[in-house]
């Protein structure tokens, strides 16, 4: 992996690590509840690369954030943009 997608990794361990303490869960608790090992969660809070999707998924459930993986990619303004200047080349 590319050093500067690795950011990528941190600040997403970082959101949910923000999640867990706003709510005032510990470790111990996101993991009980996700049925997930402690250190899965410290890897997910610390970015670690090698995280299963479920085990990201089943925290965000726990946390109450599942919806917030729905708006992923749902408001494409670069693929509106591509697509509105075919249709106005089109046009010509």
């Given at each position: 992996m590319l050093p500067k997608y690795e950011k990528y990794y941190h600040q997403l361990g970082q959101n949910f690590k923000l999640a867990r303490l706003r709510r005032k869960l510990t470790?111990?608790?996101v993991a009980e509840r996700a049925n997930l090992s402690?250190?899965?969660?410290?890897?997910?809070?610390?970015?670690?690369?090698?995280?299963?999707?479920?085990d990201w998924f089943a925290v965000l459930i726990v946390?109450?954030?599942?919806?917030?993986?729905?708006?992923?990619?749902?408001?494409?303004?670069?693929?509106?943009?591509?697509?509105?200047?075919e249709l106005l080349n089109k046009e010509k």
């Open positions: 470790i111990a608790q402690e250190s899965a969660i410290r890897g997910i809070e610390e970015g670690h690369k090698i995280i299963k999707m479920q946390l109450g954030l599942a919806d917030d993986l729905l708006k992923l990619a749902s408001d494409d303004i670069l693929g509106r943009k591509l697509q509105d200047i």
